[in-house]
C-alpha cells in the first residue's frame, strides 16, 4: 500500500529531537524554529513529559468516557489554574478541527441560530464546520457547503456590529493570532469591541487559541493582551507536546447536556498524563515568560534586517518579504540546518519550541543573515 500523497514533502527523515534541536537519519542536527507546526511546546523528548507517558501507558493507557477518569479532572484543575480560567469547564478531544467543530456546535446548540462569523485570511481546520469558516476556498468540499458563514475583514468593527444585528448570527470564530494568514495579530480595541458586540446580541464568541494559546504568544493566550473572556476557547498543539490532544474551555454560561457532545479517545488517561506534565514544565521552568523574552529579543533583532514586514508576538512570528520566500527558506534548511514554517509564498513563520533560549535566537539570526 502507498501513502495518499497529500503533503509535498522535504527528502528529511527526522528522527530525534531534544529540546529546540532534532536530527535526520544520517546524524545530521537541525535547529527547529518551526516546532513541527507549532506543536511542541516543552521541547522535544523532555525528560518530564518522556517519564510521564511512558509511566501512564505501562499502568494505563486508555478506557473509555463512561467511567470516572481522574487525570481528566486533575488536567482540567491545572488548566484552569494555569490559564487563568478556572471557573470554565474543560471539554477533551483529539486534534484542532475537531475543537472547533464542537465549539461552533455548542454555540448553536445554545442559542439555536444557525449562521457563523469569521474572517478574512482565517483557518480553522478541516472538518466539516470548521472547514467551512476557514477562508481557503479550495479546502471546501461540495459535502462542507451546508453551514451559513459570513467571512468580514480582521479589525472591521463596523462590519462585524452590522452582522450582528441581523440576529441570526450564532458564533463569532476567530484566531488569537492569524496564523496561516501570515501571523496577524488583530488590534487590542478591535477584541474588547468584539466581546462587547458579541455580549450584546447574545453571540457565542469563540477564540481560537489552537496556534497561539498555551504561551506561544507570551500570554498563555493572545487575546489576554486584550483583557477579553471569550465564551469558548479551543486549544489543541502545544497542549500535550505532539500527542495528539485538543481541548475547550467553556464559559459557565453553558450548561452541560448528557449526549450533546462526545468522543472515543478525547481525554484518554495516556493524553491526560502527557497535558498535565506539559502544564507542570511550563510552570516550573516559566515557558510562558520565556516566550516573551526571547520572542521580543527576536522580533528586535529581525526588524533591523531588509524584511518588508516582521509581525507577531511571542514565539509566533511571521516574517514577510517582497518577494516569494521559497528561496530563502530552501536556503535555511538544507545549507544553515533551520526549520521554519511559511504562510501563503512571502511570508516565513517561526514557531519554535517554548524553551528556545536567547542564545538559539542569536545563532539562528546569524543563520538567517547568511541566506538573505
Ligand atoms: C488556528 C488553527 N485552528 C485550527 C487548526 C486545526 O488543527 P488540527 O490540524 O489539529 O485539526 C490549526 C492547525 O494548523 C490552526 O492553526
Redesign the pocket.
Known amino acids: 500500500m502507498n501513502l495518499f500523497d497529500v503533503y509535498p514533502l522535504f527528502d528529511i527523515n527526522i528522527v530525534k529531537g531534544k529540546g529546540c534541536h532534532v536530527w535526520d537519519d544520517k546524524g545530521q542536527e537541525y535547529l527547529d524554529l518551526y516546532g513541527g ?1 507549532a506543536v511542541i511546546s516543552v521541547g522535544h523528548a523532555h525528560p518530564k513529559y518522556v517519564k510521564a507517558i511512558s509511566e501512564q501507558v505501562a499502568q494505563l493507557g486508555f478506557y473509555s468516557n463512561s467511567v470516572i477518569n481522574m487525570l481528566q479532572r486533575q488536567l482540567a484543575a491545572k488548566l484552569g489554574k494555569v490559564s487563568g480560567y478556572d471557573d470554565y469547564f474543560l471539554f477533551l478531544i483529539n ?3 475537531e475543537a ?1 467543530e464542537n465549539a461552533l456546535k455548542l454555540a448553536s446548540f445554545y442559542n439555536n441560530r444557525r449562521r457563523v462569523l469569521s474572517f478574512k485570511k482565517s ?4 472538518t466539516s464546520a470548521a472547514v467551512r469558516v476557514t477562508d481557503i476556498p479550495k479546502y471546501v468540499a461540495p459535502v462542507n457547503e451546508g453551514l451559513s458563514v459570513t467571512f468580514v475583514d480582521l479589525n472591521d468593527i463596523k462590519a462585524v456590529r452590522e452582522e450582528l444585528a441581523k440576529g441570526d448570527v450564532s458564533s463569532v470564530i476567530i ?1 488569537g493570532i492569524q ?2 494568514g501570515g501571523i496577524q495579530v488583530p488590534n487590542d480595541q478591535f477584541m474588547r469591541d468584539l466581546r462587547e458586540a458579541c455580549t450584546e446580541t447574545n453571540t457565542v464568541l469563540i477564540l ?1 487559541e ?2 497561539s494559546g498555551y504561551g506561544r504568544s507570551g500570554k498563555f493566550f493572545a487575546h489576554q493582551y486584550a483583557g477579553i473572556k471569550p465564551d469558548i476557547i479551543t486549544v ?1 498543539k502545544g497542549i500535550c507536546n505532539g500527542f495528539p490532544m ?1 481541548g475547550l474551555l467553556i464559559s459557565p454560561i453553558f450548561t452541560p447536556v448528557y449526549g450533546q457532545l462526545g468522543t472515543t479517545f478525547g481525554g484518554n488517561h495516556l493524553a491526560c498524563a502527557g497535558a498535565i506534565s506539559v502544564l507542570e514544565i511550563i510552570e516550573e521552568e516559566k515557558l510562558v515568560e520565556n516566550a516573551a523574552k526571547v520572542g521580543a529579543f527576536l522580533l528586535e533583532e529581525l526588524k533591523k534586517l531588509p524584511i518588508k514586514e516582521v509581525r507577531g508576538r511571542g514565539l509566533m512570528i511571521g516574517l514577510e518579504f517582497d518577494q516569494p520566500i521559497k528561496e530563502i527558506r530552501t536556503k535555511l534548511l538544507f545549507e544553515q540546518k533551520v526549520f521554519t514554517g511559511v504562510a501563503g509564498t512571502n511570508t516565513i513563520r517561526l514557531l519554535p519550541p517554548l524553551c528556545l533560549t536567547i542564545d538559539d535566537a542569536k545563532e539562528f539570526i546569524k543563520r538567517f543573515k547568511a541566506c538573505l
Do not use: C, K, L, P
Not at 123 to 126: D, E, I, L, P
Open positions: 507546526h486534534s484542532g478541527a472547533n483557518f480553522h481546520g478541516r484566531e496564523g496561516i481560537d489552537i496556534q489543541a485538543a
